[in-house]
Nanobody, 126 residues
Framework: VQLQASGGGLVQAGGSLRLSCETS????????VAWFRQAPGKEREFLVA?????????SSRDSVRDRFTFSRDNAKSTANLQMSSLKPEGTAVYFC???????????????????WGQGTQVTVSS
């Protein structure tokens, strides 16, 4: 499975960005897909995940749940993350990830994903 993340960039606080993750190598409908981010010096943080069945679970953090929207397009093999009202603390490298063996207990953990995109940098200026 190959993943290609795109859509990052520089945005002012309060702005919006839409990240996309294009997958190949495996039927997209069979994949669990997630987005994580990693700020400098910090651990990789779970943002949102979608099971192969289409269930979507967001991070419990209000700053994510209230301002990020995940969508998956099985026809285009793409997972998208629409981010709005961005804050400077959202500056990080954003990664998409996928797995073929969905586990409803561990999907918030980065270690449960075998496949990762290269990451896309998001910088939010104050």
């Amino acid at each position: 499975v190959q993943l290609q993340a795109s859509g990052g960039g520089l945005v002012q606080a309060g702005g919006s960005l839409r990240l996309s993750c294009e997958t190949s190598g495996r039927a997209f409908g069979n994949l669990g897909v997630a987005w994580f981010r990693q700020a400098p010096g910090k651990e990789r943080e779970f943002l949102v995940a979608s099971s192969p069945f289409g269930d979507i679970t967001y991070s419990s953090r209000d700053s994510v749940r209230d301002r990020f929207t995940f969508s998956r397009d099985n026809a285009k093999s793409t997972a998208n993350l629409q981010m709005s009202s961005l804050k400077p603390e959202g500056t990080a490298v954003y990664f998409c990830a996928a797995n073929v063996h969905w586990n409803s207990w561990t999907f918030r953990s980065a270690g449960s994903y075998a496949y990762w995109g290269q990451g896309t940098q998001v910088t939010v200026s104050s």
